[in-house]
T-cell receptor, first 113, second 113 residues
């Protein structure tokens, strides 16, 4: 069975600093996708970044990058140059063929001015 | 606005009443998903449609829950004889086949008194 683990319930970062949000996963499928979503207090889930299990390079989208370490089954999200608007819940998710999307419990990020 | 929309955004009901939520996906997306999110947790998969066909249902979806997607467009999620444990955020997401990104709506927050 697929499983996603986010071990950091809450994280603090100073504005303009970088922060890493941890995510580990467990699956026996060789093909899978990894996702990060941001959920502000308004409730809407906002897609940030995607990494396929066969992708050779780490995914990047603007200030977001995914540190994909396949052997360690980790897919950490790195946010560079944090902004106050980055304060939100962040969810890691995984999806394998024929399976539904599984989400971690989330990490609440607070950016301090 | 061409995103996923959900109605209502908030619903307060008394235990034992029936409630119905609506989701309008992005028009060219043929897949539609329902999730439930309780406080402090990530979204949990409930059910999934490809066009008008309901292809998968989670064991979380008891017989009090029913979902439809007539004509493969909007979808409704009905909860009969609501219980306090049904209080949660109900999220809808849509996706185009063979793409990896699910776009989420703003959710419907249900409170059962």
């Amino acid at each position: 069975a697929q499983k996603i683990t986010q071990t950091q319930p809450g994280m603090f970062v100073q504005e303009k600093e970088a922060v890493t949000l941890d995510c580990t996963y467990d699956t026996s499928d060789p093909s899978y996708g990894l996702f990060w979503y941001k959920q502000p207090s308004s409730g809407e889930m906002i897609f940030l970044i995607y990494q396929g299990s066969y992708d050779q390079q780490n995914a990047t989208e603007g200030r977001y990058s995914l540190n994909f370490q396949k052997a360690r089954k980790s897919a950490n999200l790195v946010i560079s140059a944090s902004q106050l608007g980055d304060s939100a819940m962040y969810f890691c998710a995984m999806r394998a063929p024929g399976d539904d999307m599984r989400f971690g419990a989330g990490t609440r990020l607070t950016v301090k001015p | 606005d061409t995103g996923v929309s959900q109605d209502p955004r908030h619903k307060i009901t008394k235990r034992g009443q029936n409630v119905t939520f609506r989701c309008d996906p992005i028009s060219e997306h043929n897949r539609l998903y329902w999730y439930r999110q309780t406080l402090g947790q990530g979204p949990e998969f409930l059910t999934y449609f490809q066009n008008e066909a309901q292809l998968e249902k989670s064991r979380l979806l008891s017989d009090r829950f029913s979902a439809e997607r007539p004509k493969g467009s909007f979808s409704t999620l009905e909860i009969q004889r609501t219980e306090q444990g049904d209080s949660a955020m109900y999220l809808c997401a849509s996706e185009r086949s063979s793409y990896n990104e699910q776009f989420f709506g703003p959710g419907t927050r249900l409170t059962v008194l």
